[in-house]
């Protein structure tokens, strides 16, 4: 079969399309409830991290969110991703992102699927650790505008605890690698 670029790209948009109306089937009941706040520390990946990064990394971060009506909240979030330069081990290569995002609820039953636009800044951390190949590698260390999109269900544990899953592309405006992340936490609620 063809390798075709930009199906390669989308199918992560696919998948979250698929699975947002996979969600959307059952009745209407939201999760979240107006004025309340919460906490999700969440594991994640980058995944289709170009050029100019080699390769996908893990990361941790964490969101504190406020629903301000039923299917509109706001959250502030920080990840960070430990090493996309790979296996290169005279390179570290770390990139922490910082965002404000809007989350629009959709009103559904057991599961709740959102989508999400944020606007933030994202840091690139380049660090050559062996001194004889510096002149190899350019600095690729910058703190750049960055805007972030996507989706995600969250499912409920009980009153307190949802399980949240989540995958975003985020879009910088220079040389800090553009990716999707896909991450996976537990929010806590807080009344």
């Known amino acids: 079969m063809r390798d075709v670029p930009w199906l390669r790209t989308c199918r992560p948009v696919l998948a979250t399309v698929a699975l947002l109306v996979g969600a959307a089937s059952a009745a209407a009941q939201s999760l979240p409830e107006s004025n309340t706040w919460s906490v999700t520390p969440f594991l994640h990946t980058s995944i289709g991290m170009g050029d100019p990064a080699p390769a996908n990394s893990l990361g941790l971060g964490v969101a504190a969110s406020y629903d301000w009506t039923r299917n509109l909240g706001f959250e502030g979030e920080i990840g960070h991703l430990f090493d996309v330069a790979g296996d290169n081990a005279d390179v570290d290569w770390s990139i922490s992102t910082f965002s404000a995002n809007a989350l629009y609820h959709f009103d559904t039953q057991y599961v709740t699927p ?22 190899l590698y350019p600095d690729l ?42 991450y996976a936490g537990v929010m806590f609620k807080m009344k």
């Open 141 to 182: 260390s910058s703190t750049e505008f960055t805007v972030n999109f996507g989706g995600g269900v969250k499912y409920a544990l009980n009153d307190r605890w949802q399980a949240r899953a989540d995958l975003r592309r985020f879009q910088a405006t220079d040389i800090a690698p553009d990716h999707w992340r896909l």
């Open 114 to 135: 959102y989508a999400a636009l944020g606007l933030g800044l994202e840091r690139s951390a380049f660090e050559v650790k062996n001194p004889d190949v510096l002149a």
